[in-house]
């Protein structure tokens, strides 16, 4: 009796070792079960407005580009002689026209300069009347046998040295008047004064800047395109700018600051280092811009038709570009491959690779949905493919 109670409570505790061995497995093999069965989504419902259809469009194909505006016509004046310089009483604003007088030169070392050039013209002019006297004389003996050849032809050549001198001597007067009239600073051209570089009184050398002179009645566009960007853009090609403004963003501003523009002249030429191409647009209208603002828009460079899709839609947050599709109900993640950007119904559309032409897509309306992630579409999606609007330029 006694040997039985110990192997009872032995066997005993073994059997509740074992049950609870058992009960732990189970509930492990029922939790790896659970992991392994797919978990349960709610599903999202989605309006018209949140999906769309890809569909063939007709595209303006455009070319986004920006710059500066500039003056077709300015003009740097320079001093084209040393001196104080006196009388510059333009400033930053003031209108100019072509020979105007903006500025003078003190002129009294030039006027010494002038008279004696005149001087010494004079003087010249006089020793090749002497020469030509001498000669004619000389001429004269020649003729009666008194003297010889040689002398007469040393005679003209004296003559010829002093007719030589006094055309220098001229040259020079005029150098001398030229350097006189220089004194005296014109506008080279029409214009407003945009900056003011120097002040009465101070003395200038040759060839400094006085004042920046621009003609704001016809202005360009100078825009910065990239080789590749430039090989498409041709002369005479239409574009849509905005140009930048301070004034408050009402509709009626708007149209102040938006104008057409064409191609006028593409530079042959490469900018070193950056091997970006400058292209110049003029503008169709000049009023109310100024050189220096910043403007931006797009180049149309034609019309195609093309399966695409609102750019919006494509999906950059993978290292490849991506449209949600919904295919049986659920959300699939489709790689595409994009190609030229262009413009319809408003909306900057991308061709695309990868989709056929029907899918049906989330609009970048819906946000991100988890690849897998079950929809209910309530009504049908709108088409890509609606007529596009007429495009602004």
């Known amino acids: 009796m006694s040997r039985w109670v110990p192997c009872s409570a032995a066997a005993l ?3 509740l070792v074992a049950g609870s061995a058992l009960h732990v497995v189970e509930r492990r093999q029922a939790q790896g ?7 349960t989504e709610a599903t999202v419902n989605l309006l018209s407005a949140d999906v769309l259809r890809v569909a063939s469009i007709d595209m303006a194909q455009t070319l986004p580009l920006s710059g ?54 004079d003087s010249a002019a006089a020793q090749a009347e002497v020469a030509q006297r001498s000669y004619d004389n ?12 040689t002398a007469l032809d040393n005679s003209l050549s004296s ?43 101070e003395r200038v050398a040759v060839d400094t800047k006085l004042v920046e002179i621009v003609d704001l009645r016809r202005i360009e566009l100078e825009a910065v395109l990239s080789a590749a960007e ?59 811009f100024r050189q220096g603002l910043y403007a931006q828009g797009s180049l149309l460079l034609g019309r195609s038709r093309a399966l695409a899709v609102p750019l919006a839609a494509v999906r950059v947050d993978k290292p490849e570009p991506y449209v949600q599709q919904v295919v049986d109900g659920h959300v699939h993640d489709a790689a595409v491959q994009t190609g030229r950007r262009g413009q319809a119904d408003g909306q900057t559309f991308v061709t695309v690779a990868g989709v056929e032409e ?12 988890r690849d897998g992630t079950p929809v209910h579409i309530n009504a049908v999606g709108a088409s890509v493919a609606a007529a596009p609007a007429r495009a602004p330029l």
Request: glycine residues 8%; proline residues 2%.
């Open 13 to 15: 505790a073994l059997a």
């Open 33 to 39: 079960a659970l992991a392994r069965s797919p978990a």
């Open 68 to 121: 500066t505006l500039r003056a077709v016509d300015s003009a740097v004046v320079k001093a084209k002689v040393a001196g104080e310089l006196g009388g510059l009483t333009v400033r930053e604003g003031d209108t100019v026209k072509a020979g105007q007088v903006i500025a003078r030169i003190d002129a009294s070392d030039y006027e010494s300069r002038v008279r004696q050039a005149q001087e010494q013209a």
């Open 138 to 149: 000389n001429q004269a003996l020649v003729d009666q046998g008194f003297i010889s050849r």
């Open 159 to 201: 003559l010829n040295a002093a007719r030589a001198t006094h055309r220098a001597a001229l040259a020079g007067v005029d150098m001398a008047r030229k350097a006189l009239g220089d004194t005296v600073v014109r506008s080279p051209i029409d214009g407003q004064v945009a900056a003011r570089l120097v002040q009465s009184g």
């Open 230 to 288: 430039s090989v498409a853009v041709r002369v005479g090609q239409r574009a849509s700018l905005q140009v930048e403004s301070v004034g408050a963003p009402g509709t009626a501003d708007r149209r102040e600051r938006e104008v057409d523009a064409t191609v006028a002249r593409i530079n042959p030429s490469a900018q070193a280092g950056s091997r970006s191409v400058l292209v110049y647009l003029a503008l169709e209208r000049s009023e109310g």
């Open 358 to 369: 029907g899918a049906t897509l989330l609009a970048a309306s819906t946000g991100t949905l």
